[in-house]
């Protein structure tokens, strides 16, 4: 079927005058089934597909043919959903000499600086603050001679990101001499899925410098496979490792794993993490005459689950160092499984393990000093390290929304890719639903442990999963369908709303005017918020006993209005989990407070409408 697309100048015309447009046709919906005097939401409508008639037409045919894969471009073109572009290779080899300042595409950069011989690399930024990064490296100074290599910067600050390094001054050759410096790797990234796979393996002589690896990260998955595997006489460095990471999983495989007079220096992994899952599988096992120092893993993290399998396993004549294993606060969990086991001829030193659980094993305590080992860890001392990860304003009390308050107000800036509704019609032929998993891969183009595979799967384990006690559930895709859900829990007589811009987020605010909506009583609402898919999806559930708000937001130093904002109070937490980030913030347990927050742009909320 061939596929013939309206032209940019087509689509404004058509979504004014046409009144089969997915626009028109909501508009024609929301009439028949709401039955308010209050003006349409213009949000809803806002998110109305942008596709003209002829296009939605058009691809719904082709989804009940099962042929929309064939034409995922030009559906994602179409539509303006968040689909990965299907890379292509490119930059397909660079000198040994070569300088280069900046790399922003979606593509594979494949060969830089290989089997060079003396000189310098520079390497300053790829991928600096770009959104929604699908990238990959293959090979930087490999097998090199003499050879000093600078990476600064690899995707800085970008959202979204899919991204692999495989090779850094690894040397199938062996690299010889010279220096290899990766500065940064995804500093600042939002939900992250990353692998970097080799770091100065086989390097011969040479001196190594990893700073800094996803520090800063929010969400997502991390993997460093191997760091200086088989070296010789090397002198390695690696300073941090997600530090300051907020809810990430991460996978560290090999550190000086078969070294030869090696002197590696580790200095911090998962520091002050916030419901971190770390795993660090070996660290200088099988090392000869090696000196080795690990200084910090996990600490000061906030409900962990961490693993740490292999320290100085089997190695000979090796000094080894491991400063502090502390596993923090607030329920974290711990398993360091083999520390110096199978030594010969070592000195190896733990000077702190404080944990919840247990060490497994820690071999030859005549030769092995251990400073100090705690199982208990108390979670009092630590409560103002833990609030940290509550951004201030993000939870408050309802005594807060008075007039004249000045409280923080958090980020609320939606951090999500633009996408719209699908049309109803378009929308029913597609697959939802994990027994069709194989199919909505392949209608997006899904490879297998790809990140769209992964925002496939977490969002149906999201929208399947079952209720809470009192919740009513239903994940939407099209205006209609939000619709349909929000008046089969309140009624046909509802309001949609949301909070008017971003203004205000980050910084203290002022309260002004207040209004408390169905005159301030208990009462229930639909809340819905984004989930991350090609297309706009939304999680709706029913909430009851909520007490719902509109409210001036002022300036705190000038008092001019800058905001109308919405909040809601939900006035019964008594089902709530004690680790939920509300309770930290406000230092109260389930039942014993309400919590209140605002919606936060492109979220909203359904209540019944006032008389």
Known sequence: MQVVLARPGDLLIDNIKNPFTPKAYLIRYWSQTIKTNAPQSEFLLSKASPMTAVDAATFAKLAAQNDLSTHLHQFCSAAKLFCFPDLSQSLAKHSSKSSFSAYQEDKNFINYGTGGLGGANSFKNYSEDQNVVDDSFRQYSRNSVGQDARFSSYARQGNLVNQGFDSYGSGGKITTGGSSIFKEYTDGVNVPDLNFNNYGADANGREQSFKAYTNNANGGNETFTSYGKNGNGELSEFATYGNNSN???????????????????????GFDGNVPVNNFKVYGNNGNGATDSFTSYSAESNVGVNTFDSYGKKSNAEDASFDNYKGGFNGAGSNFT????????????????????????????????????????????????????????????????KQGNVMPMPDIRDKMPQRWFLPKTLLSKLPFSSSRLDEMKNIFHASENSTMEKMIVNSLHECEREPSVGETKRCVGSAEDMIDFATSVLGNKVVVRTTDNTKGSKEDIMIGSVTGINRGKVTKSVSCHQSLYPYLLYYCHSVPKVRVYEADIMDAKTKVKINHGTAICHIDTSAWSSSHGAFLALGSSPGKTEVCHWIFENDLTWTIADN
Request: glycine share 10%.
């Open 247 to 269: 809810v990430i999983q991460s996978d560290f495989g090999n550190y000086g794993q078969n070294g030869n007079g090696a002197n590696d220096t580790f200095t911090s992994y």
């Open 338 to 401: 083999s520390y110096g086991q199978g030594a010969t001829s070592k000195k190896v030193g733990f000077k702190t393990y404080s944990f919840l659980d247990t060490f497994k094993e820690y071999q030859d305590k005549h030769s092995i000093s251990f400073a100090k080992y705690s199982q208990s860890s108390s979670s009092s001392s630590h409560m103002g390290s833990m609030n940290k990860w509550v951004e201030p304003g993000k939870f408050f009390k309802e005594s807060m929304l």
